[in-house]
C-alpha cells in the first residue's frame, strides 16, 4: 500500500466518452490537489460503447501537456484503488439535484469501507449541466454536430465509431 498522499485526488468515471464537463471538472480539481488521476472504470454497471483502451486513450490524448493529470484504467472497487494508489480524496461533480442520491450512497458506501479517504464533490460548471456522455453519444449517433461539448480527439474518434461502417453501440 502506497503512502497516502493529501494532495492526490482520484477522479473515478466511466467516460465513456470524456466531455467538456468532465474537462472542466478535473481542471478546477487541479486548484484543490496537485495532482488528479482521472481514473476509468473497467467494471461499471453500463455496458459502454467504447472499450477500455479507447476511453483511456481518449483521455489521455484530451490532456497531452498536463503532467499534473494522470489516466490511468481501473478494475475491482474503487476504494480499494485509491488505497493502493495513496490517493487522500476521491473528486466527483455534482450537476442536478438527480446526481446527489446516487453520489450521496457512493460517497456513504466509499466513507465505510475506509475512513481515511475523503469524498470531495465540485459543483460542475453551469455551462455543462446538461451535459452526458450518453446525450453525446446519442447526438453524434443521430449526425448532430457535438463539436465544443467534448475534447478535440473524442470528436475524431466519435466520428470514427459512428461513421460510414454504421457501427452502433449498446443500449
Ligand atoms: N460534466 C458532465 N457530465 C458529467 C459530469 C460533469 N462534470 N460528471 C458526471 N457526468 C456524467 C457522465 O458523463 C455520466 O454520463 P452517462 O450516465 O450518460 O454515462 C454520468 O454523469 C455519470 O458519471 P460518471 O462519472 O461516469 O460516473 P459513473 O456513474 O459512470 O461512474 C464509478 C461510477 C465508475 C465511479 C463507480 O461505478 C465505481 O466506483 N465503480 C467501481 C466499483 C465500485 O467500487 N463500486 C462501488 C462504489 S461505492
Known sequence: ????????????????PLTKGHVSLIKRGLRLFD?????VAKSTPKKTCFTLDERVAMARESFPDEPRIIVEPFDGLLIDYVLRRGAGAILRGLRAVSD???????????????RDVQTVFLMTDYKWMYLSSTIVKEVALHG???KGLVPEPVLERLAAKYAAQGETCPD
Open 35 to 39: 495532482t488528479v488521476v482521472l481514473a
Open 100 to 114: 446527489f442520491e446516487y453520489e450521496f450512497q457512493m460517497a456513504l458506501m466509499n466513507r465505510r469501507l475506509s
Open 1 to 16: 500500500m502506497a503512502e497516502q498522499n493529501p494532495r492526490l485526488a482520484i477522479y473515478p468515471g466511466t467516460f465513456d
Open 144 to 146: 448532430g454536430n457535438v
